[in-house]
């Protein structure tokens, strides 16, 4: 434990003290934003813009004995810290309390439009069978999926933790004794200063596009593209992708680095993918570096998933991971909830179950979904979350409408905006980018029901937004809720039964 001297002077160190009345040789036994988890001896951070002061008062009310605020509470009656800036005074917090546990094991940093959980889950399955080839311990991951840090194993809100958060998980691993820590990096961590004192080993930028704009994330593409950029300055060794837009930018801004690889599919990148075709399920692909020239298989659909594939095998050669273990977690793969594929058993029905949100993601999609499934109706299931990404509706819209033979729009995390506004607000764009008809079924069970039952013809179903997760934001809070993959399933046992 250190003081709050000690917290103080490191508050001074970067520039954001304004003052204090605390007895600074007091211990912090905890370090917490949430007052339900303020025990006694704790430093108590009052921040966000949902904050209010009776959070403050049951803080205090269970043992906090000091708060550190960007405003002064005077009715509190408790020692306090002041600050400049609490989201940039976090990160100074949490590193102090938690020890820099950070600098304990190898971490890996993904970050992008697309892609960071699939490349998260390729690399985990890679460094997991190679650890378990040594005797040691599964690693920890921190994705928009889900987080596992040894201690803790649950389904994630958000993509990236606050610091606080963050820390703890790390912090867990080390006590863990986990040897690699592989996490998803969103703008708005970056934007937020959630990832602030975090170097990472290794540094994937996957790629670019338009996304994440409103008025509660990025006002405009160029707020999300500078936020993004940041990453390069906390990052030992980059990889970065001249396959996407913007790679011009991308490759200034990467000097920040310490070092620079880039991977893809030209021929002068350092992790050279090539000669990829699909063969049955499988996707093959050759890859091209320094260590090795040989192919690899992927069982996962998805050919835009070679892209991710080349990132993980990035992350495992800048490790130095034995070849034969990133072929084989390769081949055995799966991120759950990402292109999830099942069928009927009259083959009549495919579905494919995966979290495509934006425009980039829907692109590569339907791109992939024509080469591999060639003369099969589409029919897309989605919707869009409440009160953020506007562009989405628009974007994803205005694909869905070109290239799908029916839509049905349906609840994704509405939260506090009606389902219908939401659904009436993507279907102007469905109808303007051509003649696709559509419904708008609010309970994504129903429609995927609906969907399945009602083909005729061969026809794949995508399902997107969603995949794998159990819970659905109605309102402020996440309600339980059956997985899109589970409803496939369920669904398809019955549509087989009905069909024998």
Do not use: W
């Not at 000097?255 to 499988?282: L, M, N």
Request: hydrophobic share 35%.
């Amino acid at each position: 434990m250190h003081s709050i001297k000690e917290y103080i002077e490191s508050i001074k160190e970067a520039g954001l003290y304004i003052s204090d009345n605390c007895e600074e040789e007091s211990l912090v036994e905890g370090l917490t934003y949430d007052s339900k988890e303020a025990v006694p001896g704790t430093l108590f951070v009052c921040k966000g813009a949902a904050f209010k002061e009776e959070y403050l008062h049951s803080a205090i009310e269970k043992g906090a004995t000091v708060y550190i605020s960007e405003t002064e509470y005077p009715a509190a009656k408790a020692p306090h810290i002041i600050v400049s800036d609490i989201r940039k005074a976090m990160p100074y917090l949490a590193i102090l309390f938690y020890d820099d546990p950070v600098s304990k094991f190898n971490l890996t940093g993904l970050t992008g439009t697309k892609g960071k959980s699939t490349t998260a889950y390729y690399f985990k399955t890679i460094i997991d069978m190679y650890q378990e080839s040594l005797g040691k311990k599964e690693t920890a991951i921190a994705s928009s999926i889900d987080t596992y840090d040894g201690v803790m194993n649950y389904e994630s809100h958000i993509t990236t933790p606050e610091s606080i958060e963050l820390f703890s998980h790390f912090n867990n691993a080390v006590k863990s004794g986990i040897d690699y820590f592989t996490m998803e990096v969103s703008s708005q961590a970056l934007k937020y200063d959630r990832v602030n004192l975090v170097k990472f080993d290794v540094g994937v930028f996957m790629n670019i596009s338009e996304d994440h704009i409103s008025e509660i994330e990025h006002p405009d593409f160029e707020d999300y593209f500078t936020s993004k950029l940041k990453f390069f300055k906390q990052v030992k060794k980059a990889y970065i992708c001249p396959d996407t837009e913007h790679f011009d930018r991308i490759r200034e801004a990467s000097k920040d680095a310490e070092e620079v690889y880039t991977f893809g599919t030209q021929p002068d990148c350092d992790i050279y993918g090539y000669d990829i075709r699909k063969v049955g399920d499988s996707i093959f692909f050759k890859v091209r570096c320094d260590r090795f020239d040989r192919e690899f298989e992927l069982t996962m659909p998805g050919l835009f998933n070679v892209q991710n594939a080349l990132a993980a095998i990035c992350v495992a050669n800048a490790y130095n991971v034995p070849e034969e273990y990133i072929y084989e977690g390769l081949k055995k793969a799966r991120s759950k909830g990402r292109m999830e594929l099942f069928k009927t058993a009259d083959d009549k029905v495919y579905a494919i179950v995966d979290y495509a949100h934006n425009k980039l993601s829907f692109e590569r999609l339907y791109e992939s979904t024509f080469k591999e499934y060639p003369g099969r109706k589409v029919v897309t299931i989605f919707g869009c979350p409440g009160y953020k990404s506007y562009l989405r509706r628009r974007d994803i819209g205005t694909l869905a409408g070109k290239y799908s033979d029916k839509i049905y729009l349906v609840a994704e995390d509405p939260g506090e905006e009606p389902v219908e506004q939401i659904s009436k607000d993507i279907a102007q764009y469905v109808e303007a980018a051509g003649n696709c008809p559509y419904e708008m079924i609010e309970d994504r069970g129903e429609a995927i029901h609906k969907a399945i039952f009602e083909c005729t013809e061969p026809t794949i179903l995508l399902i997107t937004g969603k995949g794998d997760e159990t819970r659905q934001k109605i309102g402020r809070e996440y309600i339980e809720c059956t997985s899109d993959a589970d409803y496939v399933k369920n669904f398809m046992v019955e549509y087989d039964a009905a069909n024998k």
